[in-house]
């Protein structure tokens, strides 16, 4: 990706703090830099909910995505009352996403409703994978349950995808490895993606989406990832954008 290195316009007229969710496996230190790169951007402050790496052992089940989501729902709470507008800005990044677009809902899950629409107005996902073709079985129930941009009238939905690899089921080891994580989330090895999920799942239908070169799911080595400081540059400038760009 090109560099880029100016302050995007939009930070004047973001009035609100960021609620960020870390993805599968991760945890509060991952995103440390990312928060940093965020709030100088913005000019906002930036909060992480606080979800250790071992407490995503269990979001298989739907009592394991409670568990996760109260913890969302403690910390956007908490920031929201600090809010000038009421309102926070959500970033999920990979599972993150999903859980994010499962906050918002109104109805009550296992006997609680977090309706996240009282709170959130604005809602990022970053390398999500919103479509599975295989597996995942609470992933598609989200989408299942409320398919693409849902609560568009009322949230603001912005799918962020990267394209750095493509599959190939006879390439390296490396696109071999990833031609088979692709084909698993949407149908298709041969496709290009972040390394992990491929740009058909993460681009969420209904929403503003966003493709970066060069940007790979996640920060364990020296590549670019969407917590670079270029990518979030990159990202959050679409904020500036007022209308959606291509669906697929």
Known sequence: MSQAQTIPKNTANHKQPIV???????????????????????????????IDAHEWFGSITLSGWVRLLK??????????QE????????IGHSSGGILGRLFLSPE???GHAYNGLNTVDTLI????????????????????????????SDVRYISVAGKAIQGKRLGTPRESLTFWFYQTLCGEGDVWGD??????SALLKGSQQVIIDGIRHY???????????EAVLSWWNSLDAEKPSKNF
């Open 195 to 200: 390394g992990f999920v491929p740009v058909p």
């Open 83 to 90: 809010s000038k507008t009421g309102k926070v800005t959500l």
């Open 125 to 152: 996902t970053l390398g999500s994978p919103h479509y599975n073709h295989k597996g995942a079985a609470l992933r598609k129930w989200v989408e299942e349950k409320y398919p693409g941009a849902y609560f568009e």
């Open 219 to 229: 920060s364990r080595s020296k590549h670019l990832w969407y917590g670079s400081r």
């Open 108 to 110: 009550p899950l296992k």
């Open 20 to 50: 960020l969710i870390g993805g599968l496996f991760s945890s509060e230190h991952t995103y440390r830099k990312m928060q940093g790169f965020l709030q100088e951007i913005s000019r906002q402050k930036v909060w992480i909910v606080p």
């Open 71 to 80: 913890k969302i729902e403690h910390t956007v709470l908490r920031v929201a």
